[in-house]
């Protein structure tokens, strides 16, 4: 098994170019999530999805777009990229059907806008 | 307003001696806490978990204390070893049901000293 995986692991653009970071995941995981990790910030949700078809606003969504057409992928878009919007992007994904669970985390891509 | 805070960015230990990192939450809805490794260029990976109904949970060496009434909780890890050197994140979600939308605190860099 896999896990969860990250395409790129590493990107550079310039402002206003647009992106889509891929994750996905083989462990047949019904929830999956965006998070971004900033310098003395730690983790922050943008979207999540509680299953396919399904998408949902975290707490950092403004400037993002994603979208998960099958349950082992979520793409996380960015339309025209922004300088605020470098950052580390990780993936994750959690099993439902149990009252408390841990999520599952991708290797991150690393992104930077000029 | 950070509702998970580590107010420790770093922390230096002897190899053998016991780590302690803290961690202060805010939200009082919060009823579930977990603890995460990160390596640098790697995604975090889960290491302990407690509910709130809960006041300790032990896991080899690892062990997670949570005092609600002061809405904190540690992590002891002992005996320390030099793989233990890593940032560690604690994490919080509040709710039963649906995705666990996890807030972080900003991390805290152990590192242990041979």
């Known amino acids: 098994n896999a896990g969860v995986t990250q395409t790129p692991k590493f990107r550079v653009l310039k402002t206003g170019q647009s992106m889509t970071l891929l994750c996905a995941q083989d462990?047949?995981?019904?929830?999956m999530y965006w998070y971004r990790q900033d310098p003395g910030m730690g983790l922050r949700l943008i979207h999540y999805s509680v299953g396919e078809g399904t998408t949902a606003k975290g707490e950092v969504p403004d400037g993002y777009n994603v979208s998960r057409l099958k349950k082992q992928n979520f793409l996380l878009g960015l339309e025209s990229a922004a300088p605020s919007q470098t950052s580390v992007y990780f993936c994750a994904s959690g099993p439902s059907g149990r009252v408390y669970n841990e999520q599952f985390f991708g290797p991150g891509t690393r992104l930077t806008v000029l | 307003d950070q509702q998970v805070k580590q107010n420790s960015p770093s922390l230096s230990v002897q190899e053998g001696r016991i780590s302690i990192l803290n961690c202060d939450y805010t939200n009082s809805m919060f009823d579930y806490f977990l603890w995460y490794k990160k390596y640098p260029a790697e995604g975090p990976t889960f290491l302990i978990s407690i509910s709130s109904i809960k006041d300790k949970n032990e896991d080899g060496r690892f062990t997670v204390f949570l005092n609600k009434s002061a809405k904190h909780l540690s992590l002891h890890i002992v005996p320390s070893q030099p793989g233990d050197s890593a940032v560690y994140f604690c994490a919080a979600s509040a709710g039963v049901e649906g995705a666990q939308k996890l807030v972080f605190g900003q991390g805290t860099r152990l590192t242990i000293n041979p």
């Open positions: 462990m047949n995981h019904e929830y």
